[in-house]
């Protein structure tokens, strides 16, 4: 018996309509497709026995490679950071500033620093995204 047949499936009748097929696959968010593409193909070029193989593949590449742009982001703005706070607010230390993370600087900096410590962190913040956007184009 297929799930379609299967009368225990949900408590539904005897055979699934159109609109809960199309529902069930359709995948409308362009972000999981972008995750669910490679995986659809493994399916149909794999042979039955390859395909868990070929899938936990493409799940560890993904997950590498999600974890590889994360620290690269990380490292990019952490020394884009240091970087223009020496350009906008030199006489702020930076290491602390780096220390005390995006919602702790108040705490840190004075009121009359923190524009230019805000400026630092835009750039550094802005430098970041154009350079990861850059890498995967």
């Not at 930076?94 to 962190?121: E, M, N, Q, W």
Request: hydrophobic share 45%; with cysteine; proline share 4%.
């Amino acid at each position: 018996m297929d799930w379609l047949s299967n009368p225990h499936r949900g408590g539904k009748g005897d055979s699934a309509t159109d609109s809960e097929l199309s529902g069930s696959i359709a995948i409308t968010d362009p972000l999981l497709k972008q995750y669910d593409q490679p995986v659809i193909v493994a399916q149909a070029v794999l042979s039955g026995d390859e395909v868990a193989i070929g899938t936990s593949i493409l799940a560890f590449v993904q997950y590498l490679g999600a974890a590889t742009f994360i620290s690269s982001a990380n490292t990019l703005f952490d020394n884009g950071l240091i970087s223009s706070l020496h350009d906008y607010a030199p006489q702020i230390n930076a290491t602390s500033i780096v220390a005390a993370g995006a919602t702790g600087i108040k705490g840190v900096i004075s009121a009359a620093d923190l524009p230019r410590v805000l400026l630092a962190f835009n750039r550094a913040i802005t430098q970041t995204f154009v350079s990861i956007c850059k890498s995967t184009f």
